[in-house]
């Protein structure tokens, strides 16, 4: 069975600068979330999706950050203009639509602002 | 909103032995779900092992188990027979049942460094 996909695995960018990240979920997962994670820190949820709709996007800074899921399949999160403070890991995870159910994350994307 | 707190940010133990992580949290939920994962530094969290609150057995995979007391809202990680694979990240994570809207986002602590002395 593939796992949850992201790429790119790496980006340096600017500030002020505009990135995006891509996310392909495992088939028939129904349910995707994006996490941002600080170094030293735990993954702190930015967005839940499911299916085409949003579940939960109180913890997106909605200023600068934004995300869609394309026919309820793979999912895109940008940020534009990008701070300092936006460096961090960006994992995505999918999973089944049962709270009790594992979610699967992906290798994540690491962005450096500069 | 909950939150879960792991106080210890890194162990340290010798292979074969016995570790265990420790995690707290709070919440005014009767019913949800506790995790353990892992990071190693391919960065992908891979679940150890996951909790129902309901539930009193106290979870257990092969080597990890867990110590669950809901009253003291606790959810401390035994890893027995250490090996050196087991060095990583490890991570609590929380999970509501009764958001509502379908809300279910794990809150995650901010992790144990779990290192393995050959």
């Known amino acids: 069975e593939a796992g949850v996909a992201q790429s790119p695995r790496y980006k340096i960018i600017e500030k002020r600068q505009s990135v995006a990240f891509w996310c392909n979920p495992i088939?028939?997962?129904?349910?995707l979330y994006w996490y941002q994670q600080i170094l030293g820190q735990g993954p702190k949820l930015l967005i839940q999706?499911?299916?085409?709709?949003?579940?939960?996007d109180s913890q997106l800074p909605k200023d600068r950050f934004s995300a869609e899921r394309l026919k309820g399949v793979d999912s895109t999160l940008k940020i534009q203009p990008a701070k300092l403070e936006d460096s961090a890991v960006y994992l995505c995870?999918?999973?089944?639509?049962?709270?009790?159910?594992?979610?699967?994350f992906g290798q994540g994307t690491r962005l450096t602002v500069v | 909103a909950q939150t879960v707190t792991q106080s210890q940010p890194e162990m340290s133990v010798q292979e074969a032995e016995t570790v265990t992580l420790s995690c707290t949290y709070d919440?005014?939920?009767?019913?949800?779900?506790l995790f353990w994962y892992k990071q190693p530094p391919s960065r992908q969290m891979i679940l150890v092992i996951r909790?129902?609150?309901?539930?009193?057995q106290n979870a257990t995979e092969n080597r990890f188990s867990v110590n669950f007391q809901k009253a003291a809202k606790s959810f401390s990680l035994k890893i027995s027979d250490s090996q050196l694979g087991d060095a990583a990240m490890y991570f609590c994570?929380?999970?509501?049942?009764?958001?509502?809207?379908?809300?279910?986002?794990?809150?995650f602590g901010k992790g144990t460094h779990l290192i393995i002395q050959p």
């Open positions: 995870a999918s999973s089944f639509v049962n709270r009790g159910t594992e979610a699967f």
């Open positions: 088939s028939g997962h129904a349910t």
């Open positions: 999706f499911q299916n085409n709709g949003v579940v939960d």
């Open positions: 919440t005014s939920e009767s019913d949800y779900y």
């Open positions: 909790q129902e609150a309901y539930k009193q």
């Open positions: 994570a929380y999970r509501s049942v009764l958001s509502g809207g379908g809300a279910d986002g794990l809150t």
